[in-house]
């Protein structure tokens, strides 16, 4: 098992977070399982996190422990059509042994930089596709016991689920999840996969970011009216509204959770101001 003496920053996608009590990385779901149990035994108080794409950690120290699974060596089965996929497979890596094996359902959100585990979590979804869709079932620890749970016992929504209760103490954490996939021509997977792909990079800023910030609100594009008041390309700090992209927040250098706070509420006031609209953060902060 690692256990990192870092900041948090060192393990999200944008680089911001300050220390917490441990960082540890278990290598394997037995592992992971044991650190489990004994943290609890324990009276410890920790979070599970994925590849941390998902997750803005303020820069003051954090009095719990953080377990990241993105370590985790990663298991990937098929019995027909059914794959099962450890916690901490990335989304592309279960796209590619999915296309390997010519079974569609996961070339839509293989470009979300999220793994299993916080793809569930979060509910990720991209051009019409949702890991829900094809979800069957989840194993999972919950206060000492592994045991799985049904599609219909997982309570989902839009971009969150059940996952998201941040309890600290005894959280459901995701070690496995099993999917019903489609039977399709390679070329049509593979297809499906380049089309998302160029369409993303023609749209999206670039750097370290959390990709889209708000939800949309109203039916109407959150990147639209934050283009409409203007706010493409400030800064602040080392925080910048992408020029490309007016829904992508970017780290620039050594941003701090401020500079991105400073940001996040000049978004929510301006197109309140203008459009009378209230944004909602599509990311989990943590202060
Ligand atoms: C460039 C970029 C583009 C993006 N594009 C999209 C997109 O198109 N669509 C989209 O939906 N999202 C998108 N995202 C956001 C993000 O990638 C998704 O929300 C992703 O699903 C988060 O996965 P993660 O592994 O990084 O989770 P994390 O950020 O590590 O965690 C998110 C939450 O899940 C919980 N969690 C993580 N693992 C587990 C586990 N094993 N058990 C229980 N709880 C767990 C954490 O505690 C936390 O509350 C994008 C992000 C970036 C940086």
């Known amino acids: 098992m690692i256990i990192l003496d870092e900041p948090l ?16 990385m278990p290598e394997s779901e037995e592992e992971l399982v044991s650190l ?33 699974t993105r370590k985790i060596a990663k298991k990937m089965s098929k019995r027909g059509n059914f794959v099962t996929f450890s916690a901490s497979a990335s989304l592309f890596e279960c796209y590619n042994f999915a296309l390997k094996h010519s079974l569609s359902g996961f070339e839509k959100l293989a470009h979300i930089p999220g793994n299993i585990g916080g793809a569930i979590a979060t509910g990720a979804s991209c051009y019409g596709a949702s890991i829900f869709d094809k979800l069957e079932k989840v194993t999972v620890y919950h206060n000492g016991k592994v045991k799985s749970l049904s ?5 989902k929504g839009y971009h969150s689920s059940f996952f998201l209760q941040n309890d600290l103490k005894h959280p459901y954490v995701i070690l496995s999840a099993k999917f019903l996939l489609d039977n399709c021509f390679q070329c049509k997977i593979s297809q499906a996969y380049f089309d998302i792909a160029s369409k993303r990079s023609l749209s999206q800023g670039q750097g370290k970011s959390y990709g889209c910030t708000f939800k949309n609100a109203n039916g109407q594009s959150a990147g639209m009216l934050i283009d409409k008041c203007g706010l493409k390309g400030l800064k602040h700090g080392n925080a910048q509204i992408s ?19 400073f940001l996040i509420e000049k978004i929510q006031k301006s197109v309140k101001d203008n459009f009378n609209l209230d944004l909602v953060f599509d990311v989990e902060i943590v202060k």
């Open 9 to 24: 920053a060192s393990i999200t996608s944008v680089g911001i977070g300050g220390k917490c009590n441990k960082i540890y």
């Open 36 to 68: 489990l149990s004994s943290l609890e035994a324990n009276g410890e108080e920790f979070k599970v996190i994925g590849n941390g794409t998902n997750l803005l950690f303020s820069d003051n120290f954090h009095p719990f422990s953080v377990i990241s």
């Open 151 to 155: 599609k219909n016992n997982i309570e």
């Open 243 to 261: 020029e490309k992209h007016g829904n992508f927040i970017i780290n620039n250098g050594n941003a701090t959770f401020d500079d991105f706070e």
